[in-house]
């Protein structure tokens, strides 16, 4: 409703809804500017509020004066209400006494023998009603007496119509034995007439179908109309034009379906064989077009009756053969059925098309007046014999008694309900399929990845072809989750968003899943190279460069799957866009906007549990019209999996890089000048003389030069895309240097539990490509992460075995950490728990024992206590 400046309060009271009259009222100013455009909107709309309120303000005051107004009088009035309600009640009593008056009066004004004659009549009038009525009873007595004599001489000549003429009226009569005794007897002696009448006509009935006498098959239908057996007669029909093709389906050879061994020339699949089933079926309905208006006053109905029937009686069942298909196919059975619904929609395209045709058929002229309905009778109960399955799918059934109007004609019965029946049962079999399409889904996509591997069985073991074949498979395994897309919208037209999402995302996930349990920390290449120079100073072994390149080559393809995941996220969420619109629409006009082409595949659909709650929240999330924070992530489970492959390839790439600084350490607590005795003998009157410019032990300096010479690793390779994917789960990275990375680099937050980031909480548009990285931030990155990892093993691991400390050894140690902690604090690598056991390394034992008994029982300090151990302090 729109709205003008003058009207606003006016308009209230038409509206239910006072957020919809405010609506209406603040409507914005279109501006082609979208920048100045929401300037002048919100400065309009600003100023629309400001003159609603005060219009509304005044209105207040208005009312509240004139319902204050009203109080006054009202309370005026009142007083004199009760006088006024005496007055009029004096007045009737006035009225009634002078009414008694004039009655009797009147009574006086007519003669005694005019009133006699005229009581007189009023008495012959009830008698001759009475005497009406009992003639009545004893004429339908009497024809009822006569009744069974009747209809058995009618049909021993063969006169069908007047025998089911007397029969009708016979039913009219029943209502006058209602609630006596002699109504059960009565009415089981029509029965059984009716069903003489109807097996004296049986036979010649199905002649006249088979031969598709139109004229007789339209004076039999007006016959079982008369005796209530429309629906019988419905029956005989269907039975006998559905006959060969009932019997095609049974003696169908399917190659995958449970029928007979046959030869092999003579078998054909299940939608080979449906198409020249349809096609019979379609070839049939044509011919019917014709005949069923000539017949039946309903041709519509009585087409989807015909349709309805004939699949009912098909055997094996429809679903019984769909099913077949996963037995023989497996879980690629799922192709099979997509294309036989697709077939089944064609059909029924076809069918509705034939349906359309039909209605200008029985609208020529040569088709009116055909069907003379003037004694047509409440269509009676189905006959036992020829009894079909209904439907219980949003169908009206002919029932005895329906509603006709008073002349007896057949009412029209929406198209919603019988005449979609035929479409009910074409889709049902498929319905259970549907609703479980995100299981079908998931099967046939993890089908095609074993498909996919299976020739990658005997090579994956070999980890220097694994980064080539990673990426060859990645460009199998998109193709198939991009055919997905095509299989969602064919067989459910949209409805199995979530279940599509859901299986693309485990299916992406088992991908990553099977590379990431490949990945091997240790050395496995049985290749042998020369040491690179680049590499000098770290004594990195052929196998240790074999498998820092193979490593790097898994983390690029790591990198690509990522990429290519997010360029198909792109995909999958305008598809989702686009089934988010078209459930828009359909909500708003399904008439005009369907949401599948055949309307019965819609109302099951729409019907079914796929149309959920969850649904409708996943498409509300692609809603141009509702504002999201971000894009909305679909495939998190397979995001987390690549970078759970990522980490882990990085594990293994620092595992490489400082497997020559761990193996350093790993004599570093078992050295000799750890535990050996101090050349002196201590006395109380001994004075101590400190140790100055003691040297660091060989091994810290191996470990340190080590340190300072791993940015040559990184001097060919920095710039590589592969070292820059996922930083933000290189184990033990320093966070102030993932601040600098771009926040688009990282794209999921909290993806990996160790990640300590603060600021990976913010969501980003997956489809945007991570912004390049500079080298020197990326080799900071790895560098940071390596070195860290070998301080944590050195203070973790390592220092803890050392067993006991004399003096010359607690020296030596406090100078080989006090050396570590400036090389580290050089390359930014600050290291609490070093720094930790490198002052209380370096206390003497008068500190260290009056530490130890300031600690309290509850208190734990876990360095300090293993140097305790290792001094003595105890």
């Known amino acids: 409703m729109s709205l003008t400046a003058t009207d606003p309060l006016e308009s209230l009271e038409d509206y239910e809804d006072l957020t919809s009259w405010i609506n209406d009222v603040l409507t914005p100013s279109s501006n082609e500017d979208s920048t100045q455009g929401s300037v002048e909107n919100l400065s309009h709309l600003d100023q629309q509020i400001v003159h609603l309120i005060a219009s509304l303000d005044i209105a207040c005051e208005d009312t509240s004066t004139l319902l204050e107004r009203i109080i006054d009088d009202v309370s005026r009035g009142v007083p004199r209400l009760t006088y006024d309600l005496h007055f009029i009640k004096d007045g009737t009593l006035s009225l009634q006494t002078a009414l008694n008056f004039v009655r009797e009066n009147s009574r006086d004004t007519i003669p005694k023998a005019t009133n006699d004659a005229l009581e007189e009549l009023k008495r012959l009038d009830t008698i001759k009603g009475h005497m009406e009525a009992a003639r009545e009873v004893l004429r339908e007595a009497e024809s009822w007496s006569t009744l069974e004599m009747e209809v058995a001489s009618l049909l021993t000549v063969q006169n069908y119509a007047k025998a089911a003429s007397r029969l009708s009226e016979a039913n009219r009569s029943m209502v006058v034995f209602q609630n006596t005794p002699e109504y059960d007897p009565r009415r089981n002696l029509l029965i059984n007439l009716q069903n003489q009448l109807e097996a004296s006509l049986s036979s010649a009935l199905v002649a006249a179908i088979n031969e598709q006498d139109l004229n007789t098959c339209r004076n039999y239908f007006s016959i079982f109309s008369n005796i209530q ?47 020249k089933f349809y096609t019979a079926m379609l070839s049939l309905l044509n011919q019917e077009r ?29 679903p019984q053969r769909l099913g077949s298909l996963f037995t023989h196919y497996g879980d690629s059975a799922f192709i099979e059925l997509i294309k036989i619904f697709h077939q089944t929609e064609e059909f029924a395209g076809s069918v509705d098309k034939t349906m359309q045709k039909m209605t200008f058929t029985a609208a020529s002229p040569a088709s009116e007046g055909v069907h003379d309905t003037s004694q047509q009778t409440p269509v009676g109960p189905s006959h036992p014999g020829h009894s079909r399955r209904r439907s219980m799918r949003m169908s009206v059934s002919l029932r005895s008694g329906s509603n006709r109007s008073s002349s007896g004609m057949i009412p029209k019965i929406s198209k919603t309900a019988d005449a979609l029946e035929w479409e009910q049962e074409l889709f049902q079999p498929f319905l259970e399929f549907q609703v479980d399409y995100g299981t079908l889904e998931r099967r046939f996509l993890d089908d095609s990845l074993r498909g996919i591997i299976s020739s990658d069985a005997s090579d994956r073991s070999s980890t220097h072809d694994q980064a080539r074949m990673i990426k060859e498979r990645a460009i199998d395994i998109f193709s198939a989750a991009e055919q997905s897309l095509t299989r969602y919208t064919a067989f459910t037209h949209g409805y199995g968003a979530l279940g599509l999402v859901q299986a693309l995302d485990g299916f992406l996930k088992s991908f990553v899943d099977m590379w990431t349990a490949d990945v091997s920390y ?103 019209d509702v504002r999201h924070i971000g894009e909305p992530l679909l495939l998190t489970e397979a995001r987390s999996a690549v970078f759970e492959f990522a980490r882990a390839c990085q594990i293994s790439l620092e595992t490489t890089i400082g497997s020559p600084l761990r193996k350093s350490l790993d004599s570093y607590a078992s050295s000799s000048w750890m535990i050996q005795s101090d050349a002196k003998p201590k006395t109380s009157n001994e004075l101590k003389v400190p140790t100055f410019s003691l040297s660091p032990s060989d091994v810290i300096l191996r470990v340190t030069e080590g340190l300072l010479n791993l940015p040559q690793v990184f001097e060919l390779h920095g710039d590589d895309d592969a070292l820059a994917f996922s930083l933000h789960t290189l184990p033990n990275v320093d966070p102030e240097i993932l601040k600098s990375i771009p926040e688009q680099s990282t794209t999921i937050p909290e993806v990996v539990p160790q990640t300590t980031h603060p600021r990976r909480q913010s969501f980003i548009a997956p489809n945007i490509k991570p912004l390049p990285i500079d080298p020197e931030t990326v080799s900071s990155a790895w560098l940071s992460s390596i070195g860290q990892s070998l301080l944590a093993h050195l203070t973790s691991d390592v220092l803890p075995q050392i067993k006991r400390l004399t003096t010359t050894g607690t020296a030596q140690l406090s100078s080989d950490l006090s050396y570590l902690s400036n090389v580290a604090r050089s390359l930014n690598l600050e290291h609490g728990q070093l720094e930790k056991w490198k002052e209380y390394v370096e206390m003497d034992d008068v500190t260290g024992l009056s530490k130890i008994s300031s600690m309290g029982t509850s208190d734990s300090d876990y360095v300090l206590e293993q140097v305790a151990r290792m001094r003595g302090w105890h």
């Open 229 to 275: 057996r429309e629906q019988e007669f419905r029956n005989y029909y269907n039975g006998s034009r559905k006959a060969s093709l009932v019997t095609l389906w049974k003696e169908a050879s399917l190659v995958d379906c449970d029928t007979p061994d046959v030869s092999s020339a003579q078998r054909q699949t299940f939608s080979e064989f449906l198409t």
């Open 522 to 624: 240790s050395s496995t290449s049985e290749r042998s190279m020369h040491t690179s120079g680049d590499l000098s100073g770290l004594d990195y072994t052929a196998e240790d460069w074999m498998k820092f390149q193979t490593t790097l080559h898994l983390l690029g393809s790591a990198r690509n799957i990522f990429e290519r995941m997010m360029s198909f996220e792109v995909r999958l969420r305008s598809e989702l866009s686009q089934t988010a619109v078209k459930f828009k629409l359909y909500h708003g006009d399904p008439t005009s906007f369907p949401m599948t082409p055949c309307k019965g595949v819609g109302q099951l659909l729409d019907q079914s549990t796929l149309n959920s709650v969850e649904l409708h929240a996943l498409l509300e999330r692609f809603d141009s």
């Open 290 to 318: 014709n005949s069923i208006p000539a017949i039946f006053p309903d041709p519509e109905l009585s087409l989807s009756s015909l349709i309805s029937s004939t699949f009912a009686s098909l055997h094996p069942t429809f």
